[in-house]
Structure formats: C-alpha cells, structure tokens
C-alpha cells in the first residue's frame, strides 16, 4: 500500500464476495486505493497497533502483508462487522474474553478514523436499526406502514389478531442472522394462524413485532445511495402461496425486475434518510394490487448484490462515488 491519502477502507468479513469486490474496483478506477478488512479474521491473521503520548496517538492495521496507517484513510464503508473466528488452538475458557478484547480494540480504531467520510456512522447505522424508531419516522415522513404491534403481553396479541380479522405476520426487532444466505438462526416474516396463538404465553420471555398481512401485488428492495435510488422489483404471486417472506431458504421468487417509484415516495425517503442522518439503505417496500406503496423497513447495511448481477444497476459504482467525494 502506497503513503498517500487515498485509502478507502472497505470493513468486512471473509465470507463475503462479489458487492465487495465490485465497490473495490469502483473505488480503485475512481482514484482510490481500496484496502479490504475482513474483521472476523481479527486478531488472529490482523495485526492492529495503537500507540500513545501526551501529544499524538498512532494506529497501524496489518492484514495480508499489506499495512495502513488512520492517516492515510479517506473514507471506510461500513460493510460488514463480524466476531472474530478463532482456531482450535484457543482454550474454551479463554474464548469470550477474548472477543471483549478484540472488539474493544476495533472500538478504538473506529474512533481512530473520526475525521474520516464514513458510508455510514457506526452509531447512526445502531441507531438506525431499531424498527421501532424506523416506524416512527416514516410516519413522520409520510410514508405508509401497516398497522403494527410490538408487545410481550399474549392478550394484546390475541386482541390485535382479532383487530385485523386474523390476517397477521410476525417478525423480530432484530436480525438474527448476519447475512441473507439460509441459516436455522433467521426468523423469517411468518403468517400467524389462530392454533400459534395457544402459545403466545411464551411472548413473556421476549417480545415479538406482529403486523396486519398486506395483499401484495410486487415487493420492492429500494437502494438508497446519497440521494440516488435504485429498485428491483418482485412477481410476489409467484410465491406467495408458499411463504410471506421472499428471504426465505428455498423459495423460487422468479426474476427481479425493473420499477419505477413515483416521484412523491422518493421524496419521501430521501426525507426519511434525513432524518436518519445515514447515506446508504437497503429498504423494503410492498405494492398492493391497488397500487399503494407500503413501507416495511430498512436495512441500514443491508444487501443489494442481486440487483447489481441481475439488473445491473451500477450500485457499486454510486457507493464508490459517495466514498470518494
């Protein structure tokens, strides 16, 4: 890696491939010089160095015999951040304290790159997460939501699925899986029947989001990227027979196609954004058989790969541009 000033620091994880590998060669035929950080390889296979005195501090990343110092990072997107994999080699008993550590030490180097342009704030993408806050300002926005329940109490669960005449989904505040590929830790958007609601005493250990179920004519992912939108459109009658969540392991969603968002939505998530004070979002939309635009969420970091390989949709290239800047 060269001394200059141009490093994009791309935060990441081993497993990932193809949105990274695009935004890096964006970065690098606009000027930028692109240094990847796998986080979950940290502190086996990164080297960080932090030093300090009373009058100046240093930080020095070391990863696939390449090395950085804070001074020379530009900007960082904040891709992905992932607990360190450790070897077999490192007792059981050690192995908590020393994800803490590790990830103190990432804590300061975060800090370390405060003057850098970040795509996005750690503390905005944190806050930004909490579906709770997201309801609340695309209210305030305009934007539509379905009606929605967020409790631990099973009577008004019970009391809201007679509200929407037993037309009700489910879903957690918090993603549990780290990306979208299948795994048994996801809990999928899931179709409450009356016999689920037998259970619904076990709500106490932990709340859940319950939503009226919206008749759906396409799903929508709308990328957000400084003030650009890109969206890939789904055929939801092709499965909505099988599933309500088109994420789910298995499911045959058909081809993404091209939409186009009225003028009015687009002002309103460019409003949304705003607020949220974030450039990148990876949003949820349904479109009823009406035509009404319902908003579901957004992903502060969330995935758009698919669009880019399927429609291309230079995403990678607005990324590249919004680091650069």
Not at 60 to 76: D, F, G, M, P
Not at 146 to 174: A, D
Not at 221 to 240: C, K, T
């Amino acid at each position: 890696m060269s001394s200059s000033c141009n490093v994009v620091l791309l935060i990441t994880h081993s497993k990932d491939f193809f949105t990274i590998d695009r935004v890096a060669e964006a970065v690098r035929r606009k000027g930028g010089e692109p240094f990847r950080l796998d986080t979950d390889q940290f502190p086996e296979s990164v080297q960080l160095t932090a030093q300090f005195n009373s009058s100046q501090s240093q930080h020095q990343l070391t990863y696939n015999h390449q090395s950085i110092h804070t001074e020379q990072v530009r900007s960082v997107w904040m891709r992905r951040i992932w607990e360190p994999q450790f070897s077999s080699e490192l007792a059981p008993q050690f192995r908590d304290a020393c994800i803490r550590e590790s990830q103190a030490t990432l804590d300061g180097f975060w800090d370390s790159l405060r003057n850098a342009r970040w795509v996005d704030d750690l503390q905005r993408i944190q806050a930004a997460k909490n579906k709770l806050y997201q309801l609340r300002v695309a209210s305030e926005v305009g934007l539509v939501i379905p009606p929605t329940l967020v409790t631990n109490n099973p009577n008004s669960v019970r009391e809201f699925f007679q509200q929407v005449e037993g037309k009700m989904v489910s879903k957690l505040l918090t993603a549990i899986s780290r990306s979208m590929e299948p795994t048994d830790f996801f809990l999928y958007t899931s179709k409450v029947q009356a016999e689920d609601l037998e259970d619904a005493e076990s709500l106490r250990y932990c709340p859940m989001v319950f939503q009226a179920e919206i008749p759906k004519q396409l799903e929508l992912r709308v990328v957000f990227v400084e003030g650009q939108v890109f969206v890939g459109a789904l055929d939801s009658s092709i499965y909505n027979d099988s599933t309500v969540d088109w994420r789910r392991s298995g499911v045959n969603v058909g081809s993404w196609l091209i939409h186009q968002l009225p003028e009015s939505l687009i002002h309103q998530i460019k409003a949304f954004m705003a607020k949220l004070g974030l450039l990148f979002g990876a949003f949820d939309f349904i479109v009823t058989p009406s035509g009404e635009y319902i908003f579901l969420e957004v992903n502060p970091i969330g995935e758009w790969g698919m669009l880019e390989k399927d429609l291309n949709l230079p995403i990678s290239d607005a990324i590249a541009d919004a680091l650069i800047k």
